[in-house]
C-alpha cells in the first residue's frame, strides 16, 4: 500500500516539461499534490525527494513520453460545441442558472481523459464560468480541470457580444464597470473590441466597439486590481485599438497584419488565433458541397490567418492555444486537440505548439494554481503516451493516460462528444 502523499518515481522515454524537451530517460518524482523532481536520468533523483530507502524507481515507460496536461486559453463552458442545431444551441441560455452550472460541470468533468487540464473561460453573462472557478477551487466530488472566468464579457450595447457579456454602457466610467466585474468573480477582464469576421465577405464589416482610448481606460482599471485583460478582436481596426490599448492577449485576430504582429512582439501581447471554429465552417460548407463563393471566402481567411500565425511565430510573438470550444462545431476538449493540429499545418513545429498549449499559457496567463509545467513545485497533472507526440501533436488523439492530482484517467477516443 501507498500512502496519497507517498512519492511515485516514474523513469520515462521523453519528458516534454512544458517548455523543453528531454530525449533520453528522464526522472520524475510526484505525490498527489506536487511535482517533486524532474531530471535526466543520467543522475538519480536527491534521496530526500524518494521514500525512505528507494533505490530504484517504481515505474520504467521506457516507450512513453510525459508532457503537461493541456490548456485551452479560450473556451465557453456553458455551452456544448457538438451541438450543431441552433434553436436547440439558443435554448441553452433559456435554462435556469443551477442547470446550467449542473451540465457545464458535468462537461468539465469529462475533459481530462482528452489531455485538457486547464481552461481560461471567455466569458458568459450568467456566472456560471465564475460558479465552476468556485468549484475547482472548493474540491468537487470529481475531478474538474482548473478553470477561471472573466464573468460577463464587456461590450457595447447594441453590438456584437450579447450573448456573452454585459454592456460597458450600464456603467459610469470604466473603473466601475471593472469593479462590478470583480464583484461577481471575475478573475480577469474580457473586452469585446470588435465584431466577427463576416463569413460571406471574410471581413469584419462593423467599425470596432472600442476605441484605442476605451480599451486603455479599461487595461487601466483592470491593472489597477491585479487584473489580465484580453481582448475580442478581428479586422485591422480593432486589432489596433486592442494592441493601441495594451491588453494582455487577443482573442482570435482575424485580417492580422505583419506591423501589427511587431508591436505585438515590443508591447508583450500574445496572441490567441483559435482556428477551429472557422475551419468547422469551412469544412461543413466544403461536405455540403455549397456555397463556393463562401468557400473560396473563407479557404483565404484561414490561409492568411496561418500565414500570420507563422509569421509571429518567427518574429518571436507569444502564442497561446485556444480553440474557442463551446462555438457551434467546436466540442470542449476535441477542440483543442484540433486547434493544435491546424497550428501544426500551418507551418508551427510540434514542440512548439506543445508548447503554446503547456508552458507558454502558464508563464503568460496567470493562473492561480501552478499548472501547465512539469517542474518542481507545479500540479501533477500530466499526459502519457507511447506514441511520439513530439513528431506529431495529432498523436495525441491517440490512447494515452492522463494523471491528475494522483487520479488516473484513460482517454476515450472512441468517446462520443455529444454534449461537449
Ligand atoms: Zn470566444
New binding site residues.
Given amino acids: 500500500m501507498v500512502a496519497p502523499d507517498d512519492p511515485m518515481w516514474i523513469t520515462v522515454g521523453t519528458l516534454i516539461d512544458g517548455e523543453t524537451i528531454l530525449k533520453g530517460p528522464a526522472h520524475v518524482v510526484f505525490n498527489s499534490r506536487q511535482i517533486l523532481y524532474t531530471g535526466s536520468a543520467d543522475r538519480l533523483p536527491p534521496r530526500r525527494v524518494l521514500k525512505e530507502g528507494q533505490t530504484a524507481c517504481d515505474l520504467i515507460l521506457e516507450n512513453y513520453t510525459m508532457l503537461p496536461g493541456l490548456t485551452d486559453a ?1 473556451t ?1 463552458i456553458l455551452k456544448g460545441g457538438a451541438e450543431l442545431d441552433q434553436s436547440k444551441r439558443n435554448a441553452i441560455i433559456k435554462k435556469d442558472f443551477r442547470t446550467l452550472v449542473t451540465e457545464a460541470l458535468a462537461r468539465a468533468e469529462r475533459l481530462i481523459p482528452f489531455g485538457v487540464m486547464a481552461m481560461r473561460d ?1 466569458g458568459d453573462k450568467e456566472g456560471v464560468g465564475v460558479a465552476l472557478n468556485e468549484l475547482y477551487h472548493a474540491g468537487t466530488t470529481k475531478k474538474v480541470p482548473y478553470i477561471d472566468s472573466p464573468a460577463a464579457a464587456i461590450y457595447r450595447r447594441g453590438q456584437y457580444g450579447r450573448f ?1 457579456g454585459l454592456p460597458l454602457d450600464e456603467h459610469d466610467s470604466y473603473d466601475d464597470c471593472v469593479k462590478a466585474r470583480a464583484d461577481s468573480g471575475a478573475y480577469r477582464i474580457k473586452l469585446i473590441v470588435s465584431d466577427i469576421v463576416d463569413f460571406n465577405t471574410g471581413k469584419v464589416m462593423k467599425k470596432p466597439q472600442l476605441s484605442a482610448q476605451e480599451v486603455a481606460a479599461c487595461v487601466k482599471a483592470a491593472r489597477s486590481k491585479g487584473m489580465q485583460i484580453f481582448a ?1 478582436a478581428s479586422g485591422q481596426e480593432g486589432i489596433e485599438n486592442a494592441i493601441l490599448g495594451g491588453v494582455d492577449t487577443i ?1 482570435h485576430g482575424f485580417s492580422m497584419s505583419e506591423e501589427q504582429l511587431l508591436k505585438m512582439r515590443d508591447f508583450d501581447i500574445a496572441w490567441v488565433p ?1 482556428f477551429v471554429p472557422v475551419q468547422f465552417y469551412y469544412e461543413a460548407l466544403r461536405k455540403n458541397k455549397a456555397g463556393w463563393k463562401q468557400l473560396d471566402i473563407l479557404k483565404k481567411v484561414l490561409d492568411q490567418h496561418a500565414q500570420m500565425l507563422i509569421k509571429a511565430h518567427e518574429l518571436g510573438v507569444t502564442i497561446i492555444a485556444g480553440s ?1 470550444a463551446g ?1 457551434r462545431g467546436v466540442p470542449h476538449g476535441q477542440g483543442l486537440l484540433n486547434e493544435l493540429v491546424l497550428m501544426e499545418k500551418a507551418g508551427m513545429n510540434p514542440l512548439d505548439v506543445l508548447k503554446s498549449a503547456t508552458g507558454t499559457g502558464s508563464e503568460r496567463l496567470s493562473f492561480r494554481d501552478k499548472i501547465g509545467c512539469l517542474k518542481k513545485g507545479y500540479k501533477p497533472r500530466f499526459i502519457l503516451t507511447r506514441h511520439l507526440v513530439p513528431n506529431g501533436v495529432e498523436k495525441l488523439q491517440l490512447d494515452k493516460y492522463c494523471f491528475f492530482d494522483g487520479a488516473l484517467f484513460e482517454s476515450n477516443e472512441n468517446d462520443t462528444l455529444a454534449g461537449l
Avoid: L
Fill in positions: 479560450h465557453h471567455a456573452m475580442h482573442e483559435t474557442d462555438s
